[in-house]
């Protein structure tokens, strides 16, 4: 384990560095916002001496492991340290199709976006944070001025800067600059893992805002990837029962029933269709159609599994879409959906879940320390892609994390 002193990754400016090559004095302070250096840079400025490993992605679906510039915090930024990150199914997608929709891997991007560490660095205009402080990070930086962002709704803003998603470099690297605003203060009892679980959390309580989750009534959950296990322990908090849980996977789902035993799993016969595997799964529940389960959060985003649960669905029920791996899907059953009235919604991301997040993980509410299966070290990151990607080594969230000590 390394010890850095806190002074050898200060990142100095360019004036400065002209500065002590021409053997002059600076009169600017490296942590003041009024040189004209911050002042011309709306962001940060490149300058390290610190080796800073990051594992980047090419347009031409390959990953490496190379030395990225450690960045200068702006008037509103932090630098942080980054002990840990969880690889996430969007990692994996954007090495190996290069893309998710509308978002292509145009050039070398930094990925990953599920993330914790500590700040050594503080931009003069923060205030919410200290240099020493152990926080998560929030991926995505809005704009903070449209008609969207400014009625609450920030995570559907068109001009969002999503870290990991070209061209915003993310948090697989030891050093990242993020704006202040969008870190979040750690408990002591929330660990840099537990920290590192709150944006795939935040997904999950930005879904069950738009459910009917409630007390005794019966739940579905599709899929058990780490989306359906964190939607599964959540339902379980909320008092839902009884809970069922799919997929296709019997290790998946041996995990979901030990992760949480209180719940009932059902293996996707492959050899029936839709209608046939929810005709299965609602006899579960009961045979009449008010025992059919209420609200039913679909992780996948498989179109297969989207159908399943809209037939499975009570009349009048809530089906979420909480994973979307298509662009366009042609079998969704409209005319049922439309007749039963059921309650067909989406989500993006999330919107104002960090703080409820880690209140349910520090409150002891949820407990989803199981979930990480595997860590490597960062200079290992790209073995721990390698392992994301084989879904037959049955990892569930692998998280990068960083084990050199920084002296503050």
């Not at 016969?269 to 008010?290: H, M, P, T, V, W």
């Amino acid at each position: 384990m390394a010890l850095l002193p806190i002074k050898d990754v200060h990142c100095i400016s360019k004036v400065e560095q002209d500065s002590k090559l021409n053997g002059t004095k600076s009169e600017n302070s490296p942590l003041c916002c009024a040189t004209e250096v911050d002042k011309s840079s709306s962001s940060t400025t490149e300058m390290s001496t610190v080796k800073n490993p990051s594992l980047q992605v090419t347009k031409d679906h390959t990953i490496k492991m190379q030395a990225a510039p450690i960045l200068r915090p702006g008037p509103g930024d932090v630098l942080m340290h980054v002990k840990a990150t969880g690889i996430c199914g969007s990692d994996i997608h954007f090495w190996k199709r290069g893309a998710i929709g509308s978002l292509v891997v145009g050039g070398d991007c930094i990925l990953g976006h599920e993330a914790a560490g500590v700040v050594i660095e503080v931009g003069c205009e923060v205030r919410n944070v200290k240099r020493g402080d152990r926080v998560a990070m929030e991926p995505g930086v809005p704009c903070g001025e449209c008609f969207l962002c400014t009625n609450g709704r920030y995570n559907l803003c068109e001009d969002v800067q999503f870290a990991g998603v070209y061209p915003y470099h993310g948090s697989l690297q030891r050093y990242k600059v993020h704006p202040a605003r969008w870190v979040h203060k750690l408990p002591d009892n929330v660990t840099f893992a537990q920290g590192a679980l709150l944006e795939p959390l935040s997904v999950v309580m930005h879904g069950i805002s738009r459910t009917r989750l409630s007390l005794g009534r019966g739940a579905v959950i599709c899929g058990a990837g780490p989306i359906g296990l964190i939607a599964l322990a959540a339902a379980r908090a909320s008092g839902a029962h009884p809970i069922v849980i799919t997929d296709l996977e019997p290790k998946r789902l041996a995990f979901a029933q030990e992760f949480v035993p209180t719940s009932y799993v059902y293996l996707v016969n492959r050899n029936l269709d839709a209608q046939e595997n929810a005709k299965q799964i609602r006899l579960l529940f009961g045979e009449s159609e008010y025992e059919a389960p209420e609200t039913i959060s679909e992780c996948t985003g498989v179109e297969s599994s989207v159908v399943t649960a809209a037939y499975t669905v009570r009349r009048g029920g809530d089906l979420t879409v909480i994973g979307v791996g298509k662009d366009i899907m042609n079998n969704l059953p409209f005319m049922h959906i439309s007749l039963a009235e059921i309650n067909l919604k989406f989500i993006n991301r999330y919107a104002d879940t960090w703080p409820a997040s880690i209140s349910a993980l520090s409150g002891g509410i949820l407990n989803l320390d199981k979930l990480v299966t595997h860590n490597f070290l960062l200079e290992e990151a790209v073995s721990a892609m390698e392992l994301c990607a084989d879904i037959s080594k049955g990892s569930i969230k692998v998280q990068v994390v960083d084990k050199m000590d920084i002296v503050l």
